[in-house]
């Protein structure tokens, strides 16, 4: 900090600020933005915005206009003129406005209250309401701020894209809910109003590398066909995002896998799905006969993954006492009544 000060003087604290910033998303954002710390951990990843923007340039002409009520430093922004449409961002927060400025140098900005109508004419809302309070992350529409019901009643007769956290109950939501995953992590929720939707009410959105994978609730699910049965060759953890959006039936159809138990969202088959990664299937055991069969098999290290059954990964690695040279996986989960170890080899990408 003394040598910042001694370069910059009063606005030294800022350019460490703006490094560190800056240091934290490569990859996320462009290099070259203002930013502050917090602006940046709050940031949607542009891939993430790119992927909105793709959706309302698919219901929208190139003459129609987005006003994004909760710009910040303006990462929608960019994926929306990127995607050819206009814009327009608003906030109320002056620091975060001349931080878009400087980052999207030729679009409108003013500061506005996201629930206070300043401009007329935009074709489409987007909005992203503060997702914490205190630190801790918000888990009903209604308490996100602004709230989303009095989003909607702002806005209402707009066509609309919310950006949430995932861990939302939506239930309540009549359009779109789209879950968007960045390399294996679920990054946002984004509520879409039914004439951005296409028909759809669930979607994931599965970005890995350079790679859109997309799957919906317009697939087949086969509705009332048993879809559990004997492990395959593969086990298969879905995405996240397919996860949370209630697509693995879809997802499993849709890839030619099938479910290990209708209620627990492992898949399995006898291959794995290009640009994701699975685990081959060695031996199903009893839990409590898991740390004899892993020596046997000569187990030195192995990823965990549980789902429907009560253990904690860690205590159990603890438990197990490898002292073998292979890596390995165990899968624990349910099928049926009944908690079982599915053996398997190192995860495996395809």
Not at 82 to 91: K, T
Not at 102 to 121: K, Y
Not at 234 to 251: E, K, N, Q, T
Not at 329 to 336: D, E, F, H, L
Request: net charge negative.
């Amino acid at each position: 900090m003394a040598a910042a000060r001694s370069h910059f003087g009063d606005y030294g604290r800022a350019v460490v600020e703006l490094a560190g910033a800056r240091r934290s998303v490569v990859g996320k954002l462009p290099p070259a933005w203002m930013m502050c710390q917090e602006s940046a951990q709050q940031a949607t990843p542009i891939q993430v915005a790119d992927v909105r923007a793709a959706r309302l340039r698919s219901f929208l002409d190139s003459a129609a206009v987005a006003h994004d009520v909760t710009c910040s430093i303006g990462t929608e922004g960019h994926a929306v003129m990127q995607a050819g449409l206009g814009y327009i961002g608003s906030d109320l927060d002056t620091a975060r406005l001349l931080m878009a400025r400087h980052n999207l140098d030729s679009a409108q900005l003013l500061r506005a209250d996201a629930l206070q109508p300043a401009v007329t004419g935009a074709d489409v809302i987007i909005a992203d309401p503060a997702r914490r309070v205190g630190g801790r992350r918000i888990t009903d529409p209604a308490q996100l701020l602004p709230p989303l019901p009095d989003l909607v009643e702002a806005w209402a007769g707009h066509s609309m894209a919310v950006k949430c956290a995932p861990g939302l109950d939506f239930s309540g939501w009549n359009g779109l809910v789209s879950l968007v995953s960045v390399d294996g992590g679920v990054k946002e929720a984004c509520l879409y109003t039914p004439d951005l939707a296409g028909g759809e009410t669930r979607e994931a959105v599965v970005l890995r590398g350079e790679s859109v994978d997309r799957v919906t609730d317009l697939l087949d699910d086969a509705p009332g066909e048993q879809l559990a049965h004997e492990p395959g060759e593969f086990i298969i953890d879905p995405d996240g995002a397919i996860v949370r959006s209630g697509l693995v039936r879809h997802y499993a159809i849709r890839e030619g896998l099938w479910m290990l138990d209708e209620r627990i969202a492992y898949l399995t088959g006898d291959r794995i799905p290009n640009g994701t990664s699975g685990f081959r299937m060695v031996e199903q055991v009893p839990l409590k006969k898991l740390k004899a069969a892993l020596a046997a098999h000569g187990a030195g290290s192995v990823e965990i993954l549980v789902r429907g059954v009560d253990v904690d990964p860690d205590q159990l690695r603890k438990k197990l006492g490898l002292k073998g040279k292979k890596p390995m996986a165990v899968v624990i989960t349910r099928i049926g009544t009944t908690g079982v170890a599915l053996i398997c080899g190192p995860r495996e990408w395809a």
